[in-house]
């Protein structure tokens, strides 16, 4: 525990808020997003949440410089994001490791490319200690599960010391225990960090578990491009249980306005499931 | 995951040698019967004894050395140049649409001449030297690197290479760190193909035009009569090919050692 206060605490990390200004991302005649307007505090964690398709993981990758916005301004810290950001770091959906790399060689990947080839090693492990994973320094992505390799991933991550988190749906695809574990450590790493977290989910209940603040991404009523249909703060301090009741009630009306509208608050719908 | 293979290695590779070598030892057998039997007279088809003597007597005299060193090396210097100029053309192919559509066209039409199709050419532009067979070889190599090569990085794993551009690696490192190591395994056999296909038009330019090496051998005892040599120089070949495969498979397994 000592050792994992250490890097985080010491790692430098400085929390960078995100400014969206009339942001539109469009593929040819395809408008995908219009006229999202967000603001994000340093140190702030939101959750950007919306049906699958719906365009949320193109604006992480637009904030993360993995992509251009057809028109508006996004800014990261108060500059223009142009190309890749340094402030910025991305977790995907896959874990997406070098197979050739060991994990260290992986996390190694994110560290600042002065590093000497000596104090890099170190460095590797050290951030996976961070991940809970000191001891498969030397493992191959292959020869790890697939909750391993994801926190390589995050460690991978963290060892850019960034800004901003940027976290694509990163528990999508792991099991359900596995996911829950991964909240839990990704919750602990921001509080002990306090970097800025933007992370992209269908999940209401995680949303509600992990976010200060939830923008639902939705496209209009009457049709058109998705745009932020809504802001809502989640009541209640971090790390929270989405069972609390009172949470419920947003619970419901997030699920409403996802279009998958609830008669009863969650208690009481798991109750009568047959 | 590793010591159950490395426990088990010595068992199952002597089965596998011994399978390899049971066909050829057959062959062998059938080779002699056939040949003792008189079905064929020796002219046509000597016993496997006399190719024996004949590699003795081309070994004693060192006729046998100049040979197999010559055409060993126009097939190393060819190797290394078509496969250094298949490996970047295709390289540059592989990564620019606009140098592919540019370029992939011309060499595809370039791919479909055959090989006996340059020869007259070469010893026009080249003279009778070593220098057309050595281009010979590496027009051979060449086309197998390029095509593996550029069509490899052309499907480059997006995401990884996603990954690459996310944590800040861009032209030369990217390609270093990301692309090139991610389609290791296919640069590979397009070497393999390529060193092979390098055998193949050394004996095309060596048939053709020359005095000395593998393929000459083969003309030359054809017009003397001696099938002796001419199954030994077919032999040789095809111990000489198989050993550069070898070779060449097993810096790929050190190479490649990482990617399982």
Redesign the interface.
Known sequence: MVIRTSVVGSAGIAPAGVSLRGVRRAFGEHVVLQGIDLEISPGEVVALLGASGCGKSTLLRLV?G?DTATAGTVRVDGHDVAG?D?RC??V?Q?P?L????TLAGNVA??LP?DLPRADRDAEGRRWLAEVELDGFARH?P??VSGGMAQRTALA?ALA?RPGVLLLDEPFAALDALTRLRMQDLVEDVQRRSGTTVLLVTHDVDEALKLADRIVLLAAPPDGGPTGVAAVLDVPGDRPRDHHQPELAELRSDLLARLGVPRRAAPRERENDAP | MTSPAKATRSGPGLRAAVAALALPVLLLAAWQVLASTGAYSSAQLPPPLSVLEALGQLAGDGTLWQHVAISLQRVVIGFAAGSGLGFALGALVGLSAAVRALVAPSVAALRAVPSLAWVPLLVLWLGIGEGPKITLVAIGSFFPVYTTVSAALAHADPHLVEVGRAYGLRGGSLLGRIMLPSVAPAVFSGLRLGLAQGWLFLVAAELIASSMGLGFLLTDSQNTGRTDILLLAILLLAALGKACDVLLGLVERRVLRTHT
Do not use: N
Request: proline share 10%; no cysteine.
């Open positions: 993360g993995l890749i340094p770091a991305v995907f896959e997406r070098l197979p050739w790399r990947l994110g490319r191959r292959r020869q991978r850019r």
